[in-house]
């Protein structure tokens, strides 16, 4: 006997057609808007010649296709022809800025994705990931619930870290955390919680990760400004809070049907061999060997693409893959990210295109005095929201675009590293948190197995809201 589907109320099916005539208005919106903003750049390009306001045109064309729901890599490729239909490059014209895109930042940006992908696969076959989790967990066995909470945000919140992303670093940590978590009696919304809160926290703090490597450059500082500065102060307040939510979620969850069952409770992986161990060892000597040199050198942006394939194939063969295991475990993660990379390439060929454009020369020499008058404050503070609720994609590519957009008016008006390095990781970060749920709270959650987005949506405006006063405190103090 088959259970039979769900029962669809009215309201129900209302909305499903509601969300199925919406995804059809905009699947024919994104080709529309596509061709008249290319069309509208064609007569632009006819009509004027650089410096010319006219230059925003692509970006606002990119937002806009992005917020209704076209996928970036295409929105990106649309916005790069626009730009380059109103400069209407020659032919060397056309070959300068591929050289001086190849060589752009941007791109290097990209490149680190890649590569952090790869040594993140090398990591999980590994099982260098297994060992640092279950590491931390494992210390504090026997000591109550409240320490091991706080165990397991930090071995979220160090895997991810390390591993330079959120999905994939909780994916592997959800096996080892979730029967510690289950034996002690934390309904599923609650553990969520714990690996929501410490993994957001290690997001911010991954040196190598690619938002944290766009907002130092964007920012020209180091490892070390931009943990003092951004990421210190966000981990801080989430460590803090984070006990307290945990408590209060459990409270709130306990008994309700919440919990995990009785086969949660029984680990599920066996434990990492000795090779594994070293391989851990090894990761993370030279990590750490790589930050502190990074940060005594001041080496830049160049640094992790020279730190991470070092990193990655010392791993694999301490770790067991041999050679030719290692570089196909690091092929596959970077192959997982290519369509990341063709993303910054092009973001990297409309950038030049823009400087060429000069659009911002023309904003500055109109409303300069105004935008002066503003301040630094209410200037970083407008930024900031902006990039949180109005500049839409990937965290990397949101840092570049909004530095882009802004960090030239930025300096005009005196704005230091340190306040931008905050407004640019609010702006590409916050929305982690709220005020919407979004990618990372449900990937939090599924990890969990837990289905109650709502009580994770409650977690991130816990810790986001004393991050934002925090935040506020830190610009004014840097900006009076």
């Known amino acids: 006997m088959t259970a039979s589907p769900p029962e669809r109320t009215a309201d129900g099916a209302a909305a499903t057609a509601n969300t199925s005539r919406g995804a059809r208005v905009v699947r024919v919106l994104n080709p529309v808007l596509s061709a008249v903003g290319l069309v509208a750049c064609l007569v632009c390009g006819l009509l004027y010649e650089p410096p010319t306001l006219w230059g925003l045109l692509p970006i606002l064309l990119f937002a806009a296709l992005v917020v209704l729901g076209m996928n970036m890599l295409p929105a990106s490729v649309v916005s790069t022809v626009g730009g380059l239909l109103i400069l209407m490059p020659g032919p060397g014209a056309m070959a300068d800025i591929a050289v001086a895109s190849l060589g752009n930042q941007v791109t290097l940006i990209g490149v680190i994705i890649m590569f952090g992908a790869a040594v993140g696969e090398v990591m999980r076959r590994t099982r260098v990931a297994d060992v640092i989790v ?6 504090v066995g026997g000591r109550g619930p409240l320490v091991t909470a706080f165990a397991v945000m930090v071995a979220c919140l160090a895997l991810v870290a390390s591993l330079g992303t959120l999905a994939g670093a909780l994916a592997i940590a959800a096996p080892l955390v979730i029967p510690v978590a289950a034996r002690l009696g934390y309904t599923r919304s609650a553990t969520a919680a714990m690996m929501f809160i410490g993994g957001c926290a ?82 993370s000597v030279v990590l750490a060997g790589s930050v502190v040199w990074a940060v005594a050198s001041g080496v830049g942006i160049l640094f992790p693409l020279v730190a991470l394939p070092v990193l990655g194939l010392l791993t694999g063969l301490v770790g067991g893959l041999g050679p030719v295991g290692t570089l196909r475990a690091l092929g596959t993660g970077a192959r997982s990210m290519i369509g990341m990379l063709v993303l910054f390439v092009l973001l990297a060929v409309l950038f030049v295109v823009l400087d060429s454009l000069q ?16 301040g630094p404050f209410l ?12 500049v839409p994609g990937a ?84 900006t009076r």
């Open 359 to 374: 659009p911002f020369d023309v904003i500055l020499e109109l409303y300069g005095e105004r935008l002066e008058g503003l």
């Open 134 to 139: 279950g590491g931390i967990v494992g210390l």
């Open 202 to 283: 290690g997001l911010a703090l991954a040196p190598f990760a690619g938002s944290n490597v766009a907002i130092m450059t964007a920012a020209d500082a180091g490892y070390l400004e931009y943990l003092l500065y951004g990421a210190l102060p966000l981990t801080a307040v989430s460590l803090v809070v984070g006990l307290p939510v945990v408590r209060w979620m459990q409270r709130r969850t306990e008994g309700t049907g919440d919990e995990y069952g009785e086969a949660d409770m029984v680990q599920g992986l066996d434990r990492p061999d000795r090779r594994a161990r070293t391989a851990t060892a090894l990761f």
């Open 395 to 478: 965290t990397a590519a949101q840092v570049v675009l909004i530095d882009e957009l802004f960090g030239g008016l930025a300096s005009s008006i005196g704005i230091g590293v340190a306040t931008w390095i905050i407004v640019l990781l609010f702006a590409s970060k916050a929305d982690t948190y709220g005020p919407f749920p979004n990618a990372n709270m449900v990937g939090a959650m599924g990890m969990a197995r837990s289905t109650n987005l709502k009580n994770v949506l409650i977690t991130g405006w816990a810790v986001l809201i004393p991050v934002c006063a925090v935040y506020t405190l830190i610009m004014f103090i840097e």
């Open 379 to 390: 200037f970083a503070i407008a930024i900031a929201l902006l990039g949180w609720v109005g």
